[in-house]
């Protein structure tokens, strides 16, 4: 292709809004995290997170925009820049710097992927693990999914295989029978979760991670009742990462659909903890 009609990662921006309509709002942080909007693309990689052993990955594999589900500097919100580059954190600062001299761009994409429906993070880690994706939740609410009945313990085996999870936690007795499922991607708040936890239909409710002092206490005394009343149920927290990696491995393969004249890669991130 000639350099001058090459696509953009500003292009690649405005390709993916248009195939992928969803209302934004003023606060969006689907935004460029770092480099230049108007860089020629050579190639796309796809993650998670963008860690700097996912940049080294991108990067050695020829790609020369980077588009992230979770942040580049370690806010939500891009915030703690100031701070980082007015402290000189080294951090920051080794990171950054690798991005300018290999002329990096960063793209967030976060609330696009969350707004459009099917929620496709969700959409994209039931069809990794085999689940029937009709329920779905909607925003901040999680996905529930009837499964095939298995023991506790044999249904997160299934979980952290499929989804690559290293350090996998859980409440409950292993032996316990699971059939109905409840599945928050990323990290779970204690507000959208609590008829959840509390429902005596919800065998199983899974999270990437959540305050142990509010959703944690909470599904654990959830659990105790249950124990109690003869009606058990069981919480698993599988880790950010591994919990809505295999969504945005489904934008990476629906990416290349909508930018075909451009290499897609997905690179996925390592979960962040292991368990010894």
């Not at 689940?131 to 996905?143: K, N, Q, R, V």
């Not at 409950?172 to 507000?191: F, K, N, S």
């Not at 491995?249 to 909508?258: G, H, S, T, W």
């Amino acid at each position: 292709m000639d350099s001058q009609t090459q696509l953009t990662a500003l292009g690649v921006v405005q390709r993916i809004q248009g195939a992928l309509p969803a209302e934004t709002h003023p606060g969006t942080v689907d935004v460029f995290l770092e480099g230049d909007p108007d860089l020629a693309v050579k190639g796309v990689a796809v993650t998670m997170m963008a860690t700097l052993e996912v940049l080294e990955m991108a990067v050695a594999g020829g790609a020369n925009m980077v588009i992230t589900h979770e942040p580049l500097y370690f806010n939500h919100h891009n915030a703690f820049v100031p701070q980082l580059a007015g402290g000189d954190d080294p951090v920051y600062l080794a990171k950054r710097a690798f991005l300018l001299e290999r002329r990096v761009t960063v793209w967030h994409c976060h609330d696009r992927l969350h707004q459009i429906r099917p929620d496709m993070i969700h959409l994209g880690v039931l069809t990794a693990l085999g689940w029937p994706s009709d329920g779905i939740g909607l925003g901040l609410g999680p996905s529930v999914v009837d499964i095939p009945e298995a023991s506790l313990g044999d249904v997160l085996r299934h979980v952290a295989d499929k989804l690559g999870s290293t350090s996998l936690r859980y409440v409950g007795d292993p032996h316990q029978r699971v059939r109905r499922v409840a599945v928050a991607c990323g990290y779970g708040g204690l507000e959208p979760f609590r008829p959840v936890l509390s429902s005596d239909e919800i065998d199983l409710a899974m999270v990437g991670e959540a305050w142990e002092w509010e959703f944690g206490e909470y599904a654990y005394d959830a659990a105790w009742i249950g124990r109690e009343s003869g009606r058990p149920k069981a919480f698993a927290v599988l880790g950010h990462v591994p919990s809505e990696q295999q969504g945005m491995a489904f934008f990476a393969r629906r990416l290349q659909e909508i930018v075909p004249e451009v290499d897609v890669s997905f690179v996925p991130a390592a979960d962040i903890y292991r368990s010894l």
